[in-house]
Each structure stands twice: as C-alpha cells, then as structure tokens.
C-alpha cells in the first residue's frame, strides 16, 4: 500500500459548503463551517452507535464529542482550520461498522475516526482504520480485548476496560460477601474478556467460581438464568451484561427482589444504561469512570456546559459515557494542536504517553495514554445506588476510588502487539 | 404475468449485448465510482453481492425453490474462508476452496433434509435451517468468534504459477473481485442455457409433470440447491476478504428476506440479469437514501411493497414490457433466458 | 427431578405465551393461506400503541390527558387492553387491503408483501417512538413476584400465562360455538361455498385478517413487560411463531398449542443445562418434527404446499 495519500485528498478536499456546526442532527448530515480561506476544515468521522443495543449510549457519546468540537471550533478551530464532522449509523452491527468506516475514510475524506460503544463494532472500524492509518478513538467500548489482543497502533481506548474495574470490585466483595462467585455473561467479547478476568481476580484473592451463565445478547426474559441463580445460592453473582439486556435484567430482578441476596457486582454501569431507572433497579455495586456528582473542581461547570448545550435532552446531567466521548476528542484535537500539523503519526506520537492532568480530566488522579496498549490508565470508581440523593439525578453513591496503578490490566500489555510505525500508512489529514 | 419462460430466448452464445454492457460496467467502474459520489469498497461489495443473487437465482428463480435461509451459506464460506487463512495456511485459492467446499457440504446436508419439499414448505425448511446455522455461529464462540465475528481474516496475495501480485488494497481487490464474478457469470449463463436449465424450468413450472417425463426431479432439485450454495460460499469468501472478517449477521433471517427481495425487486424471476438490477438498486439506494435519512428501509419497504402488488416481475419485466411496446427495436437483447416456454 | 421442576414449570408459561402469539398467525394462515411475516410487527403495534396509551402521548398537555393521567394505572391498563388490538386490527386491516394482488397467485407473493410490511412497520414504530428500549408498566397487583417451593417466581409471568390460556379458550369457542366462527372455518376449507351462500369473500377475509391482528396486538401488550418493547421485537417474535405454526401444522387450532406448549418446554429444560443454546432447541425441534411428518403434527393439506 502507498505510504501517502496525501495527493489524492488533496485533490478532493477543494469543496466546502455553508451551515453552522449547530444541533447535531441526522445520521450523517454534513455540519459544516466556513473553510479557512487558506485551508480546508479538518474532517472527524463519528462512528457512534444510532441504533440497536447501544443506540442510547451512542447518543450520549456523540453528545459528548459534539460538544468538544463546538468548544474548539468557537476559540477558531485547531491550526487555524475549523473543524467538520460526518456521522453514518453504525446500527451496533460490526459488519456495518466495517463499511461506514470504508465510507468514511475513502468518500468522505475523513482523517480521525471517533466513537465505538460496542466493542464488536470497534473492532470492525479499527481493522479499516489500520489498513488507512486513520487515527480511531475508541471512546466508550470497554473490552479487554480492546487494549490487549485486538490493539492497533492507529487505536486509542478512553474507557477503563473490564479488567479495571473488576479489580477494583472484586476483592471488596469477596471480604464483605463470601468466595462463591456466579458469573453472569453477556454472550460476547466484552462479556467474556469480563468474565475471564473476573475469574482470574476471584481465584487469586481465594474465591470460588460456582457457575457461569452465559446469557445471549438480545436477552429479554432472564427467569431461566435467575432460577438457575437461585437453585445454585451464590454469595455473590457478578455480572457482565450491558446494554438495553441489563435494563431488563434489572427491572427482572428488582421485581423478584432478588437484588440485596445474592450480592452483585455489576461489572460497569454506563450511565445512559440506568439514568431515569427507579432507584430499587439499581442494586450491587459497580465501576465507573466518571460521576458527575464528584466533589472537584470544574465538575460544575462542565455540568453547565452540557445543560446549555443541550438544553432538551432528557439526561439532564452528564454521564460516564459523554465524558469519555468529550474527553477523547478534546484530548485529540490538543494532540493536533501539540503536534503542529495533521500527520496522522506526528498526532500518534503526540497521544502516545500523553500525560492529562488530574485537574483537566476532573478525576483524583491523572491519567496518561499507555503508550504500549494505548489506553488510558484512569483512575476508577466503585459506587452503588445512592439511598440520600440530592436530586432525582443523584443516583451514585460513590463508594471507594482506585488509583490507575492498582487497577492496571497487566494482561493486556501482554496481549498488545502495536503495529510499528513503518507499517502504519502515514498521510496528512 | 409474464415468467422466465415467457422472455423468448437466445441459447447459445453467452457473448449478447447484456453481457457485454455487464462486463463493460464492471470494468470501468473503478474510473467513475468516485467521480459519482460512490467509491471502491461500494463497489466490490456490489460485485460480490452480484456473485451471491445470481447464484442464488439458479434456485429462486429458475427452479422455483424460495430459499429464505441463504444467507446462511454466504456466511460459512465467509468463516471457512477465514478459518483456512487462520488455522491451515495463508492462501487465496486454498481459502477461496475451502470457503466452497464447506458451503457445498453445507447445502448438500440441507438440500438432502429440503428437496422432497415445495411450496412455502420448502421456504420454511429453509428459515429453520438458516437459523440453526446463524444461531450456531453466534453460539461457537471459540471457532467463529461469537457475535463479534472472526476478525483479522488477511487479503492474500494473489499467486498465479510464478506470478504473485499483492490484492491487499481496495483497487486491487475489486479486480480480482471482478474477474471471479465473470468467471461465475459465465459458467451460470452456460448453466442455465443448457439442457438442464430448462429441466429447472419445468420443474418450477409442473413438479409433478417433470417427474412424470422421467427426470429424477429430487435430485434436480438437491443439485440445484448444491450448486447455489456453492457459489453463495464463493461469494462468502470475497466478503471475507473485503471485509477482513466474517460476522454472522449475514446469516440472520433479515439478510436472507433482503437477498430475496433484491432478486425480486430487480426481476430474477423473469431475467437472468434481475438479480444484478436488484443488487445495485438495494445497495445504491442504501448509500443515498440512507445518507439522506436513517428511515431509509422504510422507503425501500414501501417501494418493495407496491412491487409485490403492481408489478411483481420486478425491474427486468418492467423493462421488458416497456420494451416490448416499443414496436423498433427486437426483444431479443432483454431476457437471455432458456426456451422451456416452448417445452 | 425435582431441580427440574421450576424450569418445566417455566416451560409451560413459556409455551402458553407462545400459544398466544401463534394464535393470530395460525388463524391468518388457516383462512387465508397467507405465511403473514408482518404478524409481529403487528405484534410490536399494539404494545406500543398501549404504551402511548397508559403514557396518554396522544392527548398529553390537553386538560383530557392530564385527567387521563390522574386515573389510576390500573383503568389506564385495561383501557389500553382494548384500544392496542383494535389499533392493530385497524393496521392488519391495511396490510390485508395491500395482500389483495397477490390472492390467486403463488404463496410466495403474500409471504413477500408481509416481509416488506414489517419492514415498513419497524421503520414508522422507530420514527413514532424512537429506536431505544421502551418499558410498558403494568398495574402494582400483578407485578412483583413469590414464593413458590424455596424459590422466587415473578407474578407478572403466571398472569400471563392465565391470560394466555383464557385468550385460547375464547378463540376455541369463538371458532367452534358461534356462527361466525362456522362461517370462517368454512372459508378456510371452501371459499367458493362460502361465497355461493351469499357471504362476501373480500369482507370476511379482511375481517379475519383484523380479528388475526387484534390478536397478535394483544399478545403484544401481554408480552411486553417480559420481552421489553424495541422496534425490531417484531422479527424476534415473528420467527417462534412461525416454527408454531410449522410444527403443529399449518392452520390447525389444537396443533399450534400443542407446539406452542412443547416449543416452551423444550426451551424451558434446555434451558436448566444450556441457557444459551435454549432458543436453538426449537429449530432443532422443527427439523424432527417435520423431518418426519411433512404436515406438522395435526396439518392438513393446504394450498401452500403448491
């Protein structure tokens, strides 16, 4: 494959149309801003989730990403140039994924590819984003595999991943609940890379395994898999399941009031999963990366920014999974900015070891870019339903937070084999 | 309504101003896609998805054998394909093979459990069946990869005797893409055309009169429904290749009913080249309805919808009828189909 | 055996609900010889158009609606039991309307139209409600759940199941005790007969269509609270219903129970050894069963096989 694209981009990137980047809107309407005279807008393809099981979360993460480019495209864009987003429905299929990124890249022209929710469908875009050397932003997919076997040198993962928070649920559960541990599978990598992990931390701090139950995503009528929980009496079920299956899997069993006996970890709780949930729904205790109700300073204010920007949305207030999607690409776009120009590697060396700032990512600790698995090593929290809300949006009682090093996947590092630089088509966006 | 036996037919020579339009447009495609607003990877897709309903169409629309679970074998010659290159050895011809043989295997165990079936029976065997094999393929975890597919399926170089050339990019693919799809172009148009094309068509016709003229109507139907998986696992390989994976939604019963549309819709019951009309329709109009709306199947539902009740001999009988009024110019470019009507 | 207990009993509740979303289908498919793949869609239908009403989206803001709020979930409940199926009679209706071209010619054109229906339904439900899961709340009295032998069962489920039941036996004496229901039976079996003895073909056909519609809306709203509301739910219903009617044999009453009842067991034990093969095991039970009898367990001959 040529080492440049940058002839051909060139020839096609003459065109630029009228229209605000206001209100999101459509699946891939063109939100375009004035191009610099000198200089064409910089073109970020969004390749959230709009519908299937993580259509929810899709949006938020979109949200999440809008919003960043707004900020920046306000202060004049990044290197003079403004930036222009394209969106395609990735219908949390990983067959679509592959194809919207081959749009994307080649009739779209777009040099950064941002947003994944499913971990199937990042995988899809990350293998057409490597091929291209486009720059790819997993944002909210938090597989192990993410960061560990299926890594790619043009890849970067914001989320914390299954491992991370399993480490920060497990030991606590096993000294408060008893060693019997059932796993609860959503049937998928996610679900499984979880639940490997999982196992691997139950046996090491002395628990026991009795089960797994794999459930198949789609899964809508979970009584067989409670009846087995229930005939097998587990101290503890922890649960890997996500998406529109865990919001069912919860009304099932708080409605059968199965939620204090056993005890359950949930493996993460992505905010749009349970936001508007009855709190009775929110039982066990889970990992998250974010909470908006965190006690540091900018938390606030960010908070703001979001009620403004969206002022109908019915989340009223930030979750994890925005977070990830407004940190991601903020963090890119300062990587754009760092580096000077748009070289897809200049940009990758840039996010590579890339130190943020407690304050700046409004976190306890700060984070950096693993240059080795090019994830970020964040801190993570433990929360479980809040019995003294505020406000009806105050669902988390944050419970315990861990420092990166503590929760840091040491198996994916393994796993990880990136790509050399060599072997990464380079091209300037 | 009009059928495939009705269109007056050629035989013979495969070389008719159809094919030579066809073969034109696959080869210049690759000069104009991207000035019209389509690119590369559209287009192999197309050429691919070509491959599967023409093969698809042998059964569907020569034979009259509604299969409604064939994306099943579309999806096994995508994993075969995947599974040779991942565990046996890094081959296209080693893995396009494999991608056949376990299609055919596949279709000659279902098409032994079908042939004696017709009617809707025949069409609900095959959901059944269709099913059982996307339901596996999410279920095997640990050989397919589960639902999130086998990944990292390489494009391998394309060795010919002592010629190697290297197809891993886009471009170089749809050629390869390409000629395959001519290849089977021709082999099915022979098919077709032959003597046993026109068994076929007198099979869907009366089953019971074919048998009483001495074919051996089961094993027509089973060979058919053999041969049809066969070139759906071919296609199955090179969607491996393009996509550089395999996934089983391909195989669910929604891609099977989309399939069966695209050859309705575009007149595989009345044209050998329905299929090819049905495809581009469906995917083209995928890329640009779907750009301008995400309700985009609506529209197609809705076009679908009226097809079945005005005009259910699809695209290639609407041109044949539009054609056949026009008094200048010969029928004989439409419709290359057999002379069962005579039969 | 005794472990065993809990999943045949979970079983038989799954095969009455099952029994119930076959109902409409088998109906349908009996009188008319239609395979009708828009059957779930009509399914989703009225689910959802009871969870607009018990929301009252269609009034909300006016002083109706918010009086409409103000009454008690129960009343909104059983008002939203009558207006979904009548709702999805009325777009069954519709669809039967479209399905005329294609009576005469081969199966295979009805079964198509209703394929592309459902597609057109799923996309008006995604545009109408929006593409994300939806909850359809039911009154307090049967929700949650009890104890039953150690073990928590959830109430939702057995009144389901009841419901089904009665569902059934209505539909059973509807065909076999009124004179409506001769009159369909004997569409079913001879058209011409009918119409020579003065009854319209095309208002009887459209009428069962509907009567087939309200059913599967009805099954809809039953089984909402346990399979979730999404615009694609048709697809995921359409598919056990029609192995149903398979199995039983295509357009036979008792034969779509009895394989409804044995589908739902065959899934409920599967499901207390391999949970994630459960749903395979009622394709499995479809290739025996016609494998062997090409009718399905109580068929008769029918056009379709043509």
Redesign the interface.
């Known amino acids: 494959?040529s080492k440049s694209r940058i002839s051909r981009r060139a020839l096609l990137g003459s065109a630029a149309a009228a229209g605000g980047l206001t209100a999101f809107a459509?699946?891939?309407k063109h939100n375009r801003v004035w191009a610099q005279a000198t200089d064409k807008p910089i073109r970020i393809g969004i390749t959230s989730d709009?519908?299937?099981q993580y259509?929810?979360s899709g949006a938020s993460d979109r949200r999440g990403m809008m919003m960043a480019i707004s900020e920046v495209n306000d202060r004049g864009g990044v290197l003079g140039r403004k930036i222009e987003v394209t969106h395609i429905?990735t219908e949390t299929?990983?067959?679509?994924g592959?194809?919207v990124a081959?749009?994307l890249i080649?009739?779209e022209d777009c040099g950064f590819l941002v947003g994944a929710v499913s971990?199937?469908v990042a995988?899809?875009i990350s293998?057409?984003a490597q091929?291209n050397g486009v720059i790819y932003l997993n944002t909210n997919s938090s597989s192990p595999t993410e960061s560990g076997k299926?890594c790619h040198r043009v890849k970067f993962v914001w989320d914390g991943n299954g491992t991370n928070f399993a480490k920060a649920a497990v030991r606590n559960s096993i000294d408060a609940y008893g060693g019997k541990v059932l796993l609860l599978t959503n049937?998928?990598?996610w679900g499984?890379d979880t639940a490997k992990s999982t196992r691997a931390l139950v046996e090491q701090y002395g628990g026991e395994i009795v089960d797994e139950?794999?459930?198949?995503?789609?899964t809508?009528?979970f009584?067989?898999?409670?009846?087995?929980i229930?005939?097998d009496n587990p101290a503890v079920v922890a649960a890997a399941v996500g998406g529109?299956d865990q919001?069912?899997l919860r009304?099932?069993v708080a409605?059968?009031?199965?939620g204090s006996k056993p005890a359950w970890i949930n493996n993460q709780q992505d905010w749009p999963d349970v936001y508007g949930l009855p709190l009775d729904n929110l039982f066990g205790v889970f990992g998250t990366t974010w909470y908006y109700g965190l006690d540091l300073p900018g938390v606030k204010e960010f908070v703001e920014r979001y009620q403004a920007m969206y002022p109908d949305t019915s989340m009223r207030v930030p979750g994890n999974v925005f977070y990830n999607g407004y940190m991601a690409t903020s963090e890119l776009l300062k990587a754009i900015e760092r580096a000077g120009s748009t070289n897809n590697i200049a940009i990758i060396k840039e996010l590579e070891g890339h130190v943020m700032p407690a304050a700046e990512r409004m976190q306890h600790d700060d984070a950096v870019i693993d240059p080795l698995t090019h994830q970020v090593q964040q801190s993570i929290y433990l929360a479980t339903a809040n019995d003294e809300p505020r406000d009806e949006n105050d669902m988390f009682k944050i419970l315990t937070q861990s420092s990166p090093q503590d929760v840091r996947d040491e198996e994916a590092l393994e796993a990880c084999k990136l790509e050399s630089y060599d072997e990464t088509p380079t091209f300037d966006a | 309504m009009i059928s495939l036996s009705d269109i007056p037919a050629r035989g013979g020579s495969p070389f008719t101003r159809s094919m030579g339009l066809f073969v034109l447009l696959l080869l210049t495609a690759p000069f104009w896609l991207e000035p019209i607003g389509l690119y590369q990877y559209l287009g192999m897709e197309i050429a691919i998805w070509i491959l599967f309903a023409l093969g698809f169409n042998l059964l569907f629309g020569y034979t009259g054998l509604h299969s409604f679970g064939h994306g099943a074998y579309l999806g096994i010659g995508a994993y075969a394909f995947g599974l040779f290159q991942q565990n046996i050895t890094i081959s296209l011809w080693g893995g396009l093979l494999a991608a056949i043989t376990a299609a055919t295997l596949a279709g000659a165990l279902v098409g032994a459990f079908v042939s004696h079936r017709r009617g809707i029976y025949f069409a609900l065997m095959t959901i059944a069946f269709g099913q059982v094999f996307w339901f596996a393929a999410i279920k095997l975890h640990s050989i397919t990869g589960g639902e999130d597919g086998l990944l990292g399926i390489p494009r391998p170089d394309l060795v010919f005797g002592p010629l190697k050339l290297d197809i891993s990019d886009n471009g170089a693919l749809y050629w390869f893409v390409t000629i395959v799809l001519l290849v089977a172009v021709l082999a099915l148009w022979r098919l077709v055309n032959a003597p046993f094309g026109r068994v076929l068509q007198a099979i869907r016709q009366n089953e019971t009169r074919a048998r009483f003229v001495g074919y051996n109507v089961w094993l027509i139907k089973w060979l058919t429904f053999v041969v049809s998986a066969a070139f759906a696992g071919l296609a199955g390989g090179l969607f491996a290749m393009a996509q550089e994976s395999a996934y089983p939604d391909v195989m669910s019963l929604h891609q099977s009913g989309l399939i069966v549309m695209m050859v309705l819709v575009g007149g595989g019951l009345v044209s050998f080249w329905g299929p090819v009309f049905g495809v581009l329709l469906y995917f083209i109009a995928r890329d640009i309805i779907g750009g301008l709306t995400e309700t985009w199947l609506l529209w197609f539902g809705l076009m679908f919808v009226i097809m079945v009740m005005v005009r259910p001999e699809g695209m290639a009988g609407l041109f044949h009828v539009l054609r056949a009024r026009l008094p200048l110019r010969s029928r004989k470019a439409v419709g290359p189909a057999a002379q069962a009507g005579r039969a | 055996m005794i472990e065993l207990l809990p999943h045949i009993v979970n079983g038989l509740t799954l095969g009455l609900l099952f029994a119930l979303i076959a109902l409409g289908f088998t109906l349908i498919v009996g009188v008319m010889e239609v395979i009708n793949l828009a059957h779930g869609s009509l399914f989703a239908l009225g689910a959802y158009f009871a969870l607009a009403t018990i929301g009252g989206d269609w009034f909300a803001g006016t002083e109706f609606g918010i009086w409409w709020l103000s009454l008690p979930i129960g009343t909104r409940y059983v008002a939203a039991l009558a207006v979904g199926p009548l709702l999805a009679a009325a777009s069954g209706m519709v669809i039967e309307l479209c399905l005329r071209p294609t009576y005469g010619k081969a199966p295979l054109y009805g079964l198509l139209l209703t394929f592309g229906a459902a597609l057109v339904v799923e996309e008006v439900i995604r545009l109408a409600w929006g593409t994300g899961e939806q909850n359809l709340t039911v009154p307090q009295t049967i929700n949650g759940a009890f104890l039953m032998g150690g073990l928590i069962f959830s109430k939702y489920k057995f009144f389901a199941a009841a419901f089904a039941l009665a569902a059934i036996a209505l539909v059973w004496v509807f065909l076999e005790r009124t004179p409506y229901g001769a009159i369909i039976k004997a569409g079913s079996h001879d058209s011409e007969m009918v119409r020579a003895l003065g009854y319209d073909l095309s208002k009887l056909r459209l009428l069962v269509f509907g009567f087939g519609a309200a059913l599967a809306g009805l099954a809809g709203i039953i089984l909402a609270p346990i399979w979730g509301l999404r615009p694609h739910i048709g697809l995921d219903v359409v598919i056990p219903a029609f192995l149903i009617i398979v199995i039983g044999g295509v357009g036979s009453f008792w034969g779509a129970v009895l394989a409804a009842l044995l589908v739902g067991m065959s899934v409920g034990i599967t499901g207390a050894y391999a949970p994630a093969w459960s749903m395979m095991s009622m394709y499995l039970l479809l290739i025996a069963v016609v494998g062997f009898r090409a009718r399905g367990l109580l068929g008769r001959k029918s056009a379709l096989e043509n």
């Open positions: 494959m459509g699946p891939w709009a519908s299937g259509a929810n429905d299929t990983p067959a679509t592959s194809r081959e749009r080649s009739r971990s199937g995988n899809a293998q057409v091929r299926n049937d998928y990598v499984h139950i794999l459930i198949p995503q789609g809508r009528d009584s067989a898999a409670l009846l087995k229930q005939q529109d919001i069912a009304q099932q409605q059968l009031g199965m």
